[in-house]
């Protein structure tokens, strides 16, 4: 049986199983019914991890084992399977959450915001800098300065751009209704339906190829690519906490923005 890497890569991600899991399974979805022996020898997966990575799969809920000798497995039917696993995620992702809360409460953390407090004491606030990598990482970093805006945010963005930071800002809003939130963008028809939702956002356009945010005159993100040109887990952004750089670009910010 051939399966393309690239197709095993996406089931691996997105299933969340190892790569040995994912060739047993595809091997099994391609002959229905099949014992460990025959799926080693269709997925080249060694024979003798072939019992164990079917037995993982059929606590996970992908196969059954099917009744009487010799041996059988069943696939699930990949509709089952799908819904199995979102189940599964979910009550993963909420016991987390149950925990994340438990751990704000507790000594843990308070140890950790005292060790957090006393290391920033040691820093110059003027050094307070770094690489976000990854465009995951980059919309955690925004979401972050998003939450904790006092007075401002000012950005500046590529269509594609305004479509992921809306994202991030929508849920936001109500928190940030006496935060000043300015928005420069390209004019593109795609952006229109999500103009809509942002209530309270005051939006022009015009020009645009830069990607930064300014916030509360005191820190900035700067995106360093082309974001048409990088793939999102190679884009970086750099964070700066500067009031004296950050009003610098604000001036400017201001000055593009009359221009509109």
Same mark, same amino acid.
């Given at each position: 049986m051939i399966v393309k890497e690239d197709f095993l890569k996406k089931l691996k991600g997105s299933f969340d199983?190892?790569?040995?899991?994912? /060739?047993?399974?595809?091997?099994?979805?391609?002959?229905?019914? $099949? $014992?460990? %022996?025959?799926?080693?020898?269709?997925?080249e997966v060694p024979r003798s991890r072939s019992y164990d990575i079917l037995e993982s799969?059929? /606590?996970? %809920?992908?196969?059954?084992?099917?009744?009487g000798k010799p041996i059988k497995y069943i696939?699930?039917?990949?509709?089952?399977?799908?819904?199995?696993?979102?189940?599964?995620?979910?009550?993963?992702?909420?016991? #987390?959450? #149950?925990?994340?809360? /438990?751990?704000?409460?507790?000594?843990t953390y308070k140890e950790l915001d005292l060790l957090h407090k006393h290391g920033i004491e040691n820093i110059d606030p003027t050094s307070l800098s770094g690489a976000i990598k990854g465009r995951r990482n980059i919309n955690d970093q925004l979401d972050t300065l998003f939450r904790n805006a006092k007075e401002s945010i000012l950005i500046s963005t590529t269509a594609e751009g305004?479509?992921?930071? $809306?994202?991030?800002?929508?849920?936001?809003?109500?928190?940030? /209704?006496?935060?000043?939130v300015k928005i420069m963008v390209p004019k593109d028809d795609k952006i229109k339906e999500f103009v809509?939702?942002?209530?309270?956002?005051?939006?022009?356009?015009?020009?645009?190829?830069?990607?930064?945010?300014?916030?509360d005159s005191n820190e900035l993100m700067f995106m360093v690519m082309d974001d048409s #040109?990088?793939?999102e887990s190679y884009d970086t952004g750099i964070w700066v906490k500067s009031p004296y750089?950050?009003?610098s670009l604000e001036n400017?910010?201001?000055l593009s923005w009359k221009g509109l």
């Open positions: 199983l190892n790569i040995y899991e994912v /060739k047993i399974w595809t091997a099994l979805l391609s002959k229905g019914v $099949s $014992s460990a %022996g025959e799926l080693s020898d269709i997925s799969l059929e /606590k996970k %809920g992908f196969v059954v084992m099917k009744l696939a699930v039917e990949p509709k089952e399977v799908i819904e199995r696993v979102k189940r599964d995620f979910t009550l993963r992702a909420g016991e #987390k959450v #149950k925990m994340l809360e /438990k751990v704000k409460d507790s000594n305004f479509l992921r930071k $809306s994202e991030i800002l929508k849920p936001l809003l109500n928190k940030l /209704k006496n935060v000043k809509k939702d942002l209530k309270n956002v005051s939006i022009k356009y015009g020009d645009i190829n830069s990607r930064f945010v300014l916030v #040109k990088v793939h750089f950050v009003k400017l910010f201001n």
